[in-house]
């Protein structure tokens, strides 16, 4: 495997991310496992970056204020909008604005009118992601590339597909018991081709 590339990326995918703790402990271990671990295998994985790449654009070229209030979980063709919002007018533009990625993708909306996080919830929220990952990754019996998971102001958001209801629970319940989880808003499939 070829490190090089992946640390030069790093510095800039770190001033990109909005949750730049998760990207420096979990990247190295996604770069390896992608493949054997998430469900879409890697053509999944890219369209899901895809999705997200075309939404984030569709904001920047649209409303730069509702590109900097949004936050995106994204997996398997699902779309979490997490965002705060001035007033209900911008709140439903940013959702008409991620609907234009086109019909084949599912667009839940978690959208509020509030303040967005402040520097010390970020660091929180980073703090409560990377708990649920490391959990989950070293669970055997969930597929852990298989969710997106993504934490704003104690809120954690779960975006994925389960392989059975028993790995859908693990996965509830690993989120709900960490500490510093206010809420748990889960998007989660079941895999209907493997889950009873």
Do not use: W
Not at 8 to 30: M, S, W
Not at 129 to 148: C, E, M, P, Q
Not at 161 to 170: D, K, W
């Amino acid at each position: 495997m070829n490190i090089v590339p992946v640390l030069f990326t790093l510095p800039l995918l770190l001033l990109a991310a909005c949750d730049p703790i998760t990207i420096a402990v979990g990247g190295a271990a996604v770069v390896g496992t992608a493949a054997v671990r998430n469900q879409e295998g890697i053509g999944g994985s890219i369209s899901d970056n895809e999705i997200q790449a075309r939404i984030n654009k569709i904001f920047f070229d649209n409303d730069r204020d509702i590109f900097d209030r949004v936050e995106l979980s994204v997996k398997h063709g699902a779309v979490i909008v997490i965002g705060y919002m001035r007033n209900e007018a911008q709140r439903e533009k940013a959702i008409q604005l991620a609907k234009q990625v086109g019909n084949s993708v599912i667009i839940f909306d978690e959208t509020k009118v509030q303040e967005p996080p402040c520097a010390k919830d970020l660091i929180i929220d980073s703090g409560i992601t990377s708990r649920i990952k490391s959990s989950l990754a070293f669970d055997g019996n969930v597929h852990s590339l298989n969710y997106d998971i993504t934490t704003v102001k104690g809120i954690v958001y779960i975006c994925g597909t389960a392989q059975t209801e028993y790995e859908r629970n693990i996965v509830l319940n690993s989120a709900r018991s960490t500490s510093g989880v206010e809420k748990v808003v889960a998007y989660i499939r079941l895999n209907k081709a493997k889950g009873k």
